[in-house]
């Protein structure tokens, strides 16, 4: 029996390589090529021939619903998996309507991944479970809440009373500037230009305050810290859903922590340089560069940085650039729930 062809078009080489190291252990299939841009999936495809095309369809050159439409048309028995960190359902729904045949999101387990390649080649159709609820949801357009750390909702509350820029400083014991960066951060998260409407999105959607992160379980022991130390966190990752699942482990095991969020490595560097956290996790991939070098630049800037790298697909040669780049440890996304998060958490301030 012929091995199925599979063909790989991410624009992160880290990515490509962890695919194909989780693809290894299945004998039915080898991948035949790698690509990294529009231009180069349309001649890869032409010369390989693949069976299955798995594609993260934020590529340079590659407009996903037209490019999807195009390939479909040319290859009608083409199985397409869009392996993504994008969770809109909206998204989803477009490519699906495209002819896509799977759409897999990237922070889910390896073993997931290799399903998905299965089921897809067999003629079936695969959506990660994340997504389903999403997606069965009644047709009428959902409100999409961001999801705020403690931090920018403690400053939003403040915001809320009246307060001013400077009164807001004195009560959270930061700077004026470090306030102006939250609210430049968090305008842009609620797609809003001022404090009034900052004010009237909350007014319009509650539940946008819901989220303390600073919750603790009954069964959960939060980790006590000396009266006057704040143990700054900085989340480093492109996948809004997982910073989130993130920000509420470290919440519930230590509800003292200043939590803060970057999704690409500008942003990293900007809040490192405000914020000097004792703990950051980086994830290997992200949307503007690796997680690798990303580390690299923070432990340039801030030697004494405590850097945990993050990776859905783990691989021995990742871990051993990334400890070389200054990271104290290498975990597998899968492995990093709330009990681990303690022990990081107590190795540092402990």
Known sequence: MDKARVLLADDHAVVRAGIRNA?????????????????????????TQPNCLLIDVTMPDFEPITAVRQIRALYPHLRIL???????????????SAGVNGYHLKDQSLS?????????????????????DKLLQPSHPPTHVPALSGRQQDILGLLLKGLDNRAIALQLGLSVKTIENHLTRLYRQLNVQSRLEAANYVREHP?????????????????????????????????????????????????????????????????????????????VVLADEDGIACTRRIKAQAPAARIILMSAYP??????????AGAIAFLDKKDLDTNTVRQIVEDVVG
């Open 23 to 47: 693809l290894e252990g299945l004998l039915d299939l080898e991948v035949v090529g790698e690509v990294g841009d529009g231009v180069a999936l349309m001649e890869a495809l032409a010369e």
């Open 82 to 96: 869009v392996v993504s960190a994008y969770d809109d359902d909206v998204y989803v729904q477009g490519l699906l």
């Open 112 to 132: 997931d991944l290799r399903l998905a390649v299965t089921r897809v080649l067999a003629g079936k159709r695969w959506i990660s479970s994340p997504l389903l």
């Open 207 to 283: 539940d946008v305050m819901a989220y303390r992160g600073q919750a603790v379980q009954p069964e959960t022991r939060p980790i006590e810290l000396p009266r006057m130390e704040q143990t700054a966190v900085l989340l480093v990752d492109d996948n809004k859903r997982y910073r989130s699942q993130l920000r509420r482990m470290i919440g519930k095991v230590c509800p003292q922590a200043m939590i803060y969020e970057a999704g690409n490595t500008a942003e990293a560097l900007h809040l490192a340089r405000q914020v000097a956290p004792q703990i950051t996790f980086v994830d």
């Open 315 to 324: 691989d021995r040669e990742f871990r051993q650039l990334g400890l070389k």
